[in-house]
């Protein structure tokens, strides 16, 4: 199977702090309206399975604090989202405003594996 090709390829300069930070605030507005999103889908889920006034007494005494099962699908979200942007295109929303990628020296894009690393 053949690697898909960024472009431009070549050698580049390492990215400064600044942009990179900026970047990242970028990133993080982008996933946390992503993790509102998906807490109010998973709550309206549980919602429909639990019944909402057995879901109300249940955080009312304090039984759903530290969901296990709420807290792993905020990460799985987090990492596809990190995930698809970083092995399709090398760029998240925010490195693409701010011209940052990341890519194999060869110019490739990097796996899901190294992916789930950078992560």
Not at 8 to 35: E, H, I, K, S
Not at 48 to 66: F, N, S, W, Y
Not at 85 to 102: D, S
């Amino acid at each position: 199977m053949s690697k898909n090709l960024l472009t431009p390829q070549g050698d580049f300069p390492p990215v400064g702090l600044g942009r990179r930070l900026a970047a990242m605030f970028y990133d993080f507005l982008l996933c946390t309206a992503l993790l509102i999103v998906t807490g109010f889908v998973y709550k309206m889920i549980q919602a429909a399975i639990i019944g909402e006034e057995r879901l109300r007494v249940m955080t009312d005494a304090g039984k759903l604090d530290g969901d296990p099962l709420y807290s792993t699908v905020l990460l799985l979200v987090l990492f596809a989202f990190f995930a698809k942007f970083w092995t399709h295109g090398g760029q998240t929303l925010g490195m693409q405003v701010w011209g940052i990628r990341v890519q194999n020296a060869n110019g490739t894009a990097i796996s899901l594996w190294q992916a789930l690393l950078r992560f």
